[in-house]
């Protein structure tokens, strides 16, 4: 008789055969031997399938399954469908874990009979520079009204102690969550959505969870900030998907009668739009000088933008303004966004001095191409 899954670790592969033997090893040796891996290959087109097929051939742990280009909602659900484990955990195939996560997660959610638990994580840098991430509530257990009291309340985004906006427990990855939870609260990824579809999934969870079990300052999972994967790429849909991903979170939280005040929306819309813009403007060159003061426009007309910024104060950046447009991944450029938009709401003298100032960079984007 085989012996009982405790663990069942869901991974979606697209083209990551530069990182999935990294992944795909640390958790071959985890120190928790009951798990199941379940990689579901979403039609890659490099040799990930291959890599991912000799791990099902030295282990018979590791099963590969196949979605033909559904996206990485889609593959999720495959693995809910097929996992068997008392618990469910996902990792995204670019990144690491530690020898002991599962482990350490499996036996504090089995003590503590907990629906949902997680922990905290290294950011890694393309450079190896490494820093701890950590969020802002406490560690320990919440019950289902601790959790609505305490993080649902702050969910969308919190303000930390050093003023930095942040959101709150959006990823899958470095959590658990009890199979037969899911399966009583019929929880699936939307695969609708193409942005942000493990934050509506989280939501979900916090909403109906009993318990949760927070494991804080244990840096068991290994996040790699990959500047070619799918978060760093332009996305030419990224209004209307950062919008549906927006909808979709406001019905969640009206069905359920969840209490984000107004300031809290309006911090999340600011960070939703400012992530669009991100987006629009990755991989910016001479070339798609159009295309990102098009895309630009577009979030400045949108109805959530408006009410986004219609409380910001005025701040003048004029003299920076060469040096925050279009490229800047700093807050200054939602300041001045906010500034010329109340200033002249005009949208053509908005684009206009987008313009002028893209020109005047045109030279030294040239000798310096790179975002």
């Known amino acids: 008789m085989s012996p009982k899954i405790k663990v069942s670790v ?27 891996v379940i990689m579901i290959n979403d039609a ?76 905290d994580c290294y950011r890694i840098y393309s450079d190896n520079a490494k820093e701890t991430y950590s969020e802002v509530i406490q560690g320990g257990t919440y019950d289902s009204g ?47 959505l193409k942005e942000y579809e493990d934050q509506t999934f989280c939501l979900r969870c916090l909403i109906h969870a009993d318990l949760l079990f927070y494991l804080k300052r244990k840096f068991l999972y290994n996040y790699y900030i990959n500047p070619r994967g799918i978060t760093h790429k332009c996305n030419p849909e990224f209004l209307e998907d950062v919008t549906r991903f927006m909808d979709s979170v406001y019905d969640i939280a009206e069905k359920y009668n969840v209490p984000f005040d107004d300031d809290t929306k309006k911090l999340f819309e600011y960070e939703c739009l400012q992530y669009a813009y991100l987006r629009a403007s990755n991989g910016f060159s001479v070339e798609s000088t159009l295309r990102v003061y098009k895309n630009f426009k577009m979030i400045v007309n949108s109805s959530y933008f408006r009410e986004a910024v219609s409380d910001i104060p005025y701040y003048s950046f004029d003299e920076e303004l060469s040096k ?30 987008l313009k002028r100032v893209l020109r005047r960079n045109i030279l030294k984007l040239k000798r310096n191409k790179s975002c």
């Open 10 to 36: 869901i991974i979606p592969v697209y083209n990551v055969e530069k990182y999935i033997v990294r992944c795909l090893e640390s958790i071959r040796t985890q120190n928790l031997a009951e798990i199941e």
């Open 44 to 119: 890659s087109e490099d040799s990930s399938q291959e890599y991912c097929k000799k791990y099902t051939e030295i282990d018979s742990r590791f099963k590969l399954y196949h979605n033909k280009g559904k996206g990485v909602s889609a593959a999720r659900n495959t693995g809910l469908a097929l996992a068997k484990g008392e618990y469910i955990g996902f990792v995204d195939s670019d990144d690491s874990v530690s020898a002991e996560m599962f482990e350490i997660m499996y036996e504090n959610a089995k003590n503590k009979s907990a629906d949902i638990c997680f922990c």
């Open 146 to 192: 601790e959790i609505r009291d305490i993080i649902l309340k702050d969910y969308l985004v919190c303000v930390t102690s050093e003023g930095k906006i942040r959101t709150v427990l959006g990823a899958v990855w470095r959590k658990l969550f009890r199979r037969e939870f899911l399966e009583k609260r019929n929880i699936i990824f939307d695969e609708s």
């Open 324 to 353: 925050v447009l279009p490229y800047t991944k700093e807050k200054k450029v939602w300041a001045l966004v906010s500034y010329y938009y109340k200033r002249m709401y005009g949208k053509s003298a908005l684009v206009h001095k």
